[in-house]
Antibody, heavy 124, light 111 residues
Framework: QVQLQESGPGLVKPSQTLSLTCTVS??????????WNWIRQPAGKGLECIGR???????IYNPSLKSRVSISVDTSKNQFSLKLNSVTAADTAVYFC????????????????WGQGTLVTVSS | QSALTQPASVSGSPGQSITISCSGS?????????VSWYQQHPDKAPKLMIY???NRPSGVSNRFSGSKSGNTASLTISGLQAEDEADYYC???????????FGGGTKLTVL
């Protein structure tokens, strides 16, 4: 059974860098069959895709966050990570990691496994 | 403002059917069969209920069904049950970003 678990600081000061890690168990993050995603949800609001990373390390970012975001993969630890710099109160949200499938070269555009989410508050 | 438009709330009595709409554009909902629906209970992660417009993952009740017409997708829940009370989010692939975009969510109340 695949499980994803987010970890990282729950409180970040304005202008600093938000750093989160998602640990994957029950499957290999380097598999060609999946890609790995970060999604966030401000309190009482909808969901927003931040970006995705492949086992190879290549990435796609949300254009609205592209200048501030970096997603990387550590296959030795079966983890992928999110860094969001120059944070403001608007970045306060629950951050989820999630898995999506690749069927050969074809992307599947839905998320079948999610982490439980972690609340990150941006405040001084 | 979310990329896809959903009603803020819907309600129904046990046993009834309800439909939640999700409006987008030709760059997302209307242009691809990559619409999904998620159920989210308070303080929980979203759960996939429908994918690729009409498909149900294993283990999801057949009371949940999806459809699409033009730029609008719909989720129908028949035979409403108390445990269906939750927030529901639609999503779609967007060619503008090559990412998945979501609706703002619909709160379903079972009266």
């Amino acid at each position: 059974q695949v499980q994803l678990q987010e970890s990282g600081p729950g409180l970040v000061k304005p202008s600093q860098t938000l750093s989160l890690t998602c640990t994957v168990s029950g499957g290999s993050i380097s598999s060609d069959s999946y890609y790995w995603n970060w999604i966030r949800q401000p309190a009482g609001k909808g969901l927003e895709c931040i970006g995705r990373v492949y086992g190879s390390g290549s990435t796609i970012y949300n254009p609205s966050l592209k200048s501030r975001v970096s997603i990387s993969v550590d296959t030795s630890k079966n983890q992928f990570s999110l860094k969001l710099n120059s944070v403001t109160a608007a970045d306060t949200a629950v951050y989820f990691c999630a898995r999506a499938r690749l069927e050969g070269d074809v992307h599947v555009y839905y998320f079948d496994y999610w982490g439980q989410g972690t609340l990150v508050t941006v405040s001084s | 403002q979310s990329a896809l438009t959903q009603p803020a709330s819907v309600s129904g009595s046990p046993g009834q059917s309800i439909t939640i709409s999700c409006s987008g554009s030709s760059s997302d909902v209307g242009g691809y069969y990559f619409v999904s629906w998620y159920q989210q209970h308070p303080d929980k992660a979203p759960k996939l209920m429908i994918y690729d417009v009409t498909n149900r993952p294993s283990g999801v009740s057949n009371r949940f069904s999806g459809s699409k017409s033009g730029n609008t997708a719909s989720l129908t829940i028949s035979g409403l049950q108390a445990e269906d009370e939750a927030d529901y989010y639609c999503s779609s692939y967007s060619s503008r970003t090559t990412l998945v975009i979501f609706g703002g969510g619909t709160k379903l109340t079972v009266l």
